[in-house]
T-cell receptor, first 109, second 113 residues
Framework: GQNIDQPTEMTATEGAIVQINCTYQTSGFNGLFWYQQHAGEAPTFLSYNVLDGLEEKGRFSSFLSRSKGYSYLLLKELQMKDSASYLCAVRDSNYQLIWGAGTKLIIKP | MAGITQAPTSQILAAGRRMTLRCTQDMRHNAMYWYRQDLGLGLRLIHYSNTAGTTGKGEVPDGYSVSRANTDDFPLTLASAVPSQTSVYFC????????????FGAGSRLTVL
């Protein structure tokens, strides 16, 4: 079966750095996405990786290793507004998105 | 209006009743999707439409139906609601090129009693 694994919850301190991991086992691979979802709101797109390596976008970076079935989202200079759930999703060989259950990130002052 | 509009925002429904969740987009995206989100689970695809006039079944289609009469609208109907359909429902759309990034509506919280 297809599976996306992410930690359920993480806690970090304002101003610090946090890394949220995502491992996947899917039928084929056509890209990996990270979305941010604040409580009670819709998911919003953060990043997309289709090739191995690091994609940097301001305070957020996303890394992909296709051979390891592994990605991480790196958040730097954490702010209170970064408290949210972070969803990892993989597009499989049928171009369907498989979603992880999300990682709830709690930022403490 | 910009993006995706869903209605209603929230609804409490008696089991056995029929319910239609509305979804309208103004981005001229070809593809549209309906997901449900339940605590502890990833988003699960109910139905999708790659273009107006076509629809397809996702991971959890039973008990739900959709139509796509035009590009903008993609309603989701529960013919006879059951308590297990209590969930938050998200409509999303994507364009046809590039990464096919999804844009989501604000969600419809449905409670079936």
């Amino acid at each position: 079966g297809q599976n996306i694994d992410q930690p359920t919850e993480m806690t970090a301190t304002e101003g610090a750095i946090v890394q949220i991991n995502c491992t996947y086992q899917t039928s084929g691979f056509n890209g990996l996405f990270w979305y941010q979802q604040h409580a009670g709101e819709a998911p919003t797109f953060l990043s997309y990786n289709v090739l191995d390596g690091l994609e940097e976008k301001g305070r957020f970076s996303s890394f992909l290793s296709r051979s390891k079935g592994y990605s991480y989202l790196l958040l730097k200079e954490l702010q209170m507004k970064d408290s949210a759930s972070y969803l990892c999703a993989v597009r499989d060989s049928n171009y369907q998105l498989i979603w992880g259950a999300g990682t709830k990130l709690i930022i403490k002052p | 209006m910009a993006g995706i509009t869903q209605a209603p925002t929230s609804q409490i429904l008696a089991a056995g009743r029929r319910m239609t969740l509305r979804c309208t987009q103004d981005m001229r995206h070809n593809a549209m999707y309906w997901y449900r989100q339940d605590l502890g689970l990833g988003l699960r695809l109910i139905h999708y439409s790659n273009t107006a006039g076509t629809t397809g079944k996702g991971e959890v289609p039973d008990g739900y139906s959709v139509s796509r009469a035009n590009t903008d609208d993609f309603p989701l109907t529960l013919a006879s609601a059951v308590p297990s359909q209590t969930s938050v429902y998200f409509c999303a759309s994507s364009d046809s090129g590039g990464a096919n990034v999804l844009t989501f509506g604000a969600g419809s919280r449905l409670t079936v009693l």
